[in-house]
């Protein structure tokens, strides 16, 4: 009996037929990505550790995205409504945490800081 290696997998049920996005035909739409500059960045939090009580200053990672000044030439009109839309952000790449206490030293979730800030100018936006 010979093997196949490119037999096709069989569906589970209820995965027949999902819903797609339309493309056209030769159209390659742009990822969100290419409308921002990354890079990675440590900001200070003052974190309070939940098993000895003891605050302390961690510097916790962000990525930053920065919303390029001018949209790549291939951009279609779908792109250029996203691109208008998007805004600079930073998303937290630190979910735990180790307590700084040498008789602690137990890791813990961060709570108290945003996981997603956006930016206005380089800096947080501040809600008035």
């Known amino acids: 009996m010979e093997s ?3 037999a096709q997998k069989k ?4 995965q027949d037929n999902a819903p797609r996005e339309p493309k056209a035909e030769g ?6 990505r290419e409308f921002f500059d990354e890079k990675s960045d ?7 550790c939940p098993h000895c009580h003891q605050s302390a200053e961690y510097e916790i990672q962000w990525l930053v995205r920065m919303k390029k000044k001018s949209l790549p030439p291939r951009a279609d009109d779908r792109d250029r409504a996203k691109f208008a ?3 600079s952000y930073m998303l937290r ?7 700084k206490n040498m008789r602690c030293r137990k890791r813990f979730e961060i709570t108290g800081v945003q996981t997603v800030a956006f930016l206005q100018d380089g800096l947080p936006a501040v809600d008035h």
Do not use: T, V, W
């Open 4 to 6: 196949q290696p490119f």
């Open 11 to 14: 569906k589970a049920k209820g």
């Open 85 to 87: 839309k998007a805004q």
């Open 42 to 48: 440590k900001k200070p939090a003052n974190l309070s």
């Open 93 to 99: 790449r630190d979910d735990m945490m180790m307590c």
């Open 27 to 32: 159209l390659i739409f742009m990822d969100e």
